[in-house]
């Protein structure tokens, strides 16, 4: 069985599944690099939401 890893938001650090609780956290992931990119993977999909022409707000129907 492997170990899930998890981002923690309070602590900026990575946890396993005894750390803070699901609220405070992002993941699961499955390996503690995966874990440690938690924001940046966030910061990358929000900016391809931002810029999807399917979900452009400012768009005239």
């Known amino acids: 069985m492997s170990e899930n890893y998890y981002f923690c938001l309070n602590h900026h650090s990575v946890e396993t599944e005894a750390g ?3 609220a405070d956290r992002l993941g699961p992931y499955g390996t503690k690099a ?6 940046e993977k966030v910061e990358e999909r929000n900016e391809a939401w931002d810029n ?8 005239n129907d």
């Not at 999807?52 to 768009?59: C, E, I, L, V």
């Open 20 to 22: 803070c609780k699901a």
């Open 34 to 39: 995966e874990a440690s990119r938690a924001l």
């Open 52 to 59: 999807d022409p399917a979900w452009n707000d400012d768009r």
